[in-house]
């Protein structure tokens, strides 16, 4: 258990480097932005914790912080427009494609990619916490008969795409590599380059990934000071996935995609076993649409499951997210008439697709709002655990600023299998996104004309085609016609 500090209890400490007052300039600095309560307890830390406390005030950008919290504050309680269903015409609907459709897509994502023109992003900043493992999440094994990680699993669904780009093409041997900006944050940074690197990048080439970290925001109090994790540290934590903006901006990293003819950005969360990366399809459709972003979405399962949803925000408004707990029970049950359907079903599952215009727009756009979301949090502090507030901004905060967003239905079982919890949880496992990748893969097999035999009933088992075999179940025949696969177990050349 943390002391409590009693502030003016202690011995003063010797003087040091800094003697027995902070640094002036720094000191009214602080004081400009009211943020002095910073160095209470200088008079007793030792010449090298003051030492630590002036470089962790140092390494705070506090005119841009100081925006931010202002704005962030003031932004509470003002009236956002009136929420609308999201107009029909923006909805791409599975039972409304033609197989022409989907083979033009196909072909035209295809094309892109084997011009080099689509960079994909991974928001791979959270920890299995949950999962009940202090491992970068990307690194979790959910089970399958290969063993392999969430990270290889992505990694081998781009070696994958860029094969099918390249046979698609008119030079059917020269591959042009996909390149993968991972971004980790100060907690998985580390364990996730070293994972990446003693796997040698799963086959990928290492010059075709990059990894950044996502920045990190004081925490505060409800009136806007900077709480103290420790009498020499601010408490810090990561800025949200919707950090990346900020961070692809001030790495340069959007210049770095436009040296590399980039046009088109995929970015998705680690933490979904389905994932189709790279998807040509998704990105057919949305060079077709010619819009600034797009989203892929699942139709919600039922009223009450703890999923946002994508809204209007005002008729003929932009597209935006409401998180679950921001709709009340007559929004989430209300039904539409005509279809049939909830009126708010199509949920947002973290599958995005960008312009990189666009994606430099937004960045410059919220770095000029400067609005997070506030979220109250357990934070710890000189005091033990404090009630704080936490300054958050969501990859779905870009939907806001765009002119024009798609939303592209797919099917839950084919694409979207969350791993948020341990297993013994009534959902989103790893169990569960196992289950539903064996059977999502049985499915391919048994239609390439092959044959499972299977020691326990089917629906508690299947096979796991390799993605180097195959990226969303075709090219399968030659491997499975009346061959006959024992499930649970992993196919593959």
Not at 401 to 423: G, I
Not at 482 to 487: D, I, K, L, M, V
């Amino acid at each position: 258990m943390k002391e409590e500090m009693v502030v003016g209890s202690a011995v003063p400490a010797a003087a040091g480097r800094w003697g027995a007052a902070p640094p002036q300039a720094l000191l009214e600095r602080m004081k400009d932005y009211g943020q002095e309560g910073a160095f209470s307890l200088w008079d007793e830390l030792s010449p090298e914790d003051r030492e630590l406390l002036v470089r962790d005030i140092e390494s705070i950008d506090l005119s841009r912080i100081d925006r931010i919290i202002r704005r962030s504050l003031g932004s509470q309680g003002i009236p956002l427009p009136a929420v609308e269903p999201v107009p029909e015409s923006s909805v791409s609907k599975v039972e409304e494609r033609s197989p022409e459709d989907k083979e033009r897509w196909w072909k035209k994502g295809l094309k892109a990619i084997s011009e080099g023109k689509l960079a994909v992003v991974l928001l791979a900043g959270g920890q299995g916490t949950r999962l009940g493992s202090s491992d970068p999440k990307g690194c979790f094994n959910i089970g399958l008969p290969s063993g392999k990680s969430l990270f290889q699993l992505q990694a081998e669904r781009i070696l994958c795409v860029q094969k099918l780009a390249a046979q698609s093409s008119e030079s059917p041997s020269n591959i042009v590599p996909i390149h993968w900006y991972i971004m980790t944050s100060p907690f998985t940074d580390a364990v996730t380059r070293k994972f990446f690197e003693s796997r040698k990048y799963f086959g990928l080439e290492a010059d075709q990934v990059t990894f950044f970290q996502q920045g990190t925001l004081p925490c505060i109090s409800g009136d806007g000071r900077f709480i103290m994790e420790t009498p020499y540290r601010v408490a810090k934590a990561p800025d949200g996935n919707g950090g990346v903006y900020a961070a692809l901006k001030s790495k340069k990293l959007m210049e770095d995609m436009a040296a590399r003819g980039v046009k088109y950005v995929d970015c998705y969360g680690v933490d979904n076993a389905l994932v189709r990366v790279a998807d040509p399809t998704f990105l057919g459709y949305f060079i077709e649409k010619g819009v600034s972003s797009a989203a892929k979405v699942v139709r919600k399962a039922y009223p009450q499951e703890n999923v946002g949803v994508f809204v209007q925000r005002g008729r003929g408004g932009p597209l935006s997210v409401v998180e679950y707990s921001e709709m009340d029970a007559a929004m989430t049950t209300e039904i539409n008439q005509s279809t049939g359907r909830l009126r708010y079903c199509w949920s947002n599952v973290c599958l995005h697709m960008f312009t990189l215009d666009f994606l430099n727009q937004v960045a410059n756009s919220l770095e000029k709002d400067s609005v997070y979301h506030l979220a109250e949090k357990k934070i710890p502090s000189i005091h033990g655990y404090t009630m704080g507030l936490k300054l958050e901004q969501f990859i779905f905060d870009a939907f806001t600023y765009s002119p024009s967003t798609a939303l592209f239905e797919v099917l839950r079982e084919e694409e979207f299998a969350p791993v948020k919890n341990a297993n013994g949880a009534t959902y989103d496992t790893p169990d569960s996104a196992k289950l539903m990748l064996l059977r999502l893969h049985s499915r391919w097999v048994v239609a390439a004309g092959g044959f499972l035999t299977h020691s326990v009933p089917l629906y508690m088992t299947g096979v796991e085609v390799s993605p180097l075999c195959s990226y969303s179940g075709e090219n399968l025949e030659a491997i499975c016609r009346g061959r006959t696969f024992h499930a649970p177990s992993e196919i593959s050349f």
